[in-house]
């Protein structure tokens, strides 16, 4: 089984960058997707990005395009999330997640693993 666990979020500045990271346990990962979802409170959690960890296909949500940026490292089994000019509607917590059927990857249901997510504030 596939375990993950989120570490990097904290409380920054807005217009700042943050960079979360997702460690996979030891296996490989060669047709899944590996995504990023968030749950600010009293919303429902919404899908933020994702990538397909064989080729590194990526997908966004409309609201973090051209400001996050997700990537793997595949030979530390690591899910990476480049947050830059982020805003005080970013604030969060951040849920890395792991599909084992390589889905389009924005789909919370298709997600098989998920992690204890890390907190992310942005003052402003």
């Known amino acids: 089984q596939v375990q993950l666990g989120e570490s990097g979020g904290g409380l920054v500045q807005a217009g700042e960058s943050l960079t979360l990271s997702c460690a996979a346990s030891?296996?490989?990962?060669?047709?899944?997707?590996m995504g990023w979802f968030r749950q600010a409170p009293g919303k429902a959690r919404e899908f933020v990005a994702a990538?397909?960890?064989?080729?590194?296909?990526?997908l966004y949500a409309d609201s973090v395009k051209g400001r996050f940026t997700i990537s793997r490292d595949v030979t530390e089994n690591i899910v990476y999330l480049h947050m830059n000019s982020l805003k005080p509607g970013d604030t969060a917590i951040y849920y890395c997640?792991?599909?084992?059927?390589?889905?389009?990857?924005?789909?919370?249901?298709?997600?098989?693993?998920w992690g204890q997510g890390t907190q992310v504030t942005v003052s402003s």
């Open positions: 997640a792991a599909d084992r059927h390589g889905a389009r990857g924005d789909s919370a249901t298709a997600y098989d693993y």
């Open positions: 030891g296996r490989t990962f060669t047709g899944y997707t």
């Open positions: 990538i397909r960890w064989f080729g590194g296909n990526t």
